[in-house]
């Protein structure tokens, strides 16, 4: 059994291919694939395709050729991912200010930063879950009553870019009416993997489409997968949830570009926001601290452990080895790059354009932040390291007795 660690070295987990080709050979089970974004623009790599070439077609291709009976797009939960903070955003600008700064909670990576080294922050944490866990949570529960499919039957198979998201999926509080809603997480390179002893010629395989319903997303679902893309995306819908208009220009370029730590100031109709975004754990700390110190303020933050985002993830290709024809000592640019050129070029670029975004809500959720809502999408922290340890009441603890 072979051991992947994560960059960010906390973390480290073992593969699940062996259980992955067990669960497709089963004709009892639905095996369900879901791809994160900034998978489209990596796996190519291992391949031989250069650095950041845009392979969506091949992947969802490439998966129902190893057998997989549907396949899912995790952009479509990114949509929903931001339907939700972006609703978070709002509400604390307005109403709760003292939550303020917001911080993203979508990297795994950085949560378990913080529930180890920054308890007194976790109240300010999205509780909106990642991506995944919301294509997951929807599969066992919407999709199945949709579809009739009884839920236990089914398995969800989620190809992230990181070990990280084992971590995540394996939380006790990742789980939907019983179900746990990932049941497997596959790395980018382990998926190359399964690929090859398939014995597929990937870059050569037909353009496939992804499966109903998590088949449409945004320009904002896809951009997830660069640092600052999550603040951007947030950005696009918050704008129009405060002000009823659309941002004329979608595009926020200070969000972009691999700089460590990042701030910047966003106009949100007549309110102005300062925003911070960071990559790598030790970025996000200096401005934790400097947060903390009142040498910095801002009400919106965006965290990413590694650096470049999920495209920079421990899990994707890595560079150098034999089937690299076209090195790049850029391609965390050139992958995020591919994202925002796609993005650009898309008619829907904000996630409350996305019509799967509307028919998710109007047959299942109702609103962001419903009770609905707030029952499968939405999750809570959990002090660890010397907190737990001492078994000392928190700053979390103490700001949820409050609620
Ligand atoms: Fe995983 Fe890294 Fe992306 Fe966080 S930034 S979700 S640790 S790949």
Known sequence: QCILACPTASLSEKEHISEVWKAISDPDKVVVAQTAPSIQ????????????????????????????????ATDVTADLTIMEEGSELVERLLHEPEKLPLLSSCCPGWVKFAEH??????????????????????????????YGIDPSKI??????PCTA???EAARPEMTSDGFRNVDYVLTTRELGRMIRESGLDFPNLPDDNYDEPFDQYS??????GATGGVLEAAVRSAHKLITGEEMLVPDYEDARGQSGLKYGTVKLGDKNITVAIAHGTGNAKKALDMFKSGEKKFDYMEVMACPGGCVGGGGQPILGTRDHKYISLDYRHNRADTLYNIDKGKNIRRSHENPRIHQIYEEFLDSPLSKVAKKYLHTTFTPRGKYAYLNKETPHEEFNKKD
Do not use: Q
């Open 165 to 167: 998201k084992k971590y």
């Open 117 to 146: 080294f920054y308890p007194e922050f976790l109240p300010h944490l999205s509780s909106t879950k990642s991506p995944h866990e919301m294509c997951g949570a929807l599969t066992k529960t919407w999709y199945a009553k949709k």
């Open 41 to 72: 623009v990596t796996i190519g790599e291992i391949f031989g395709m250069p650095t950041g070439s845009f392979v969506a077609g091949k992947l969802v291709s490439s998966l129902r050729r190893i057998g997989f009976d549907k396949v899912f």
């Open 219 to 224: 320009g904002a679902g896809m951009i997830f």
């Open 155 to 160: 398995v969800n198979v989620a190809i992230m």
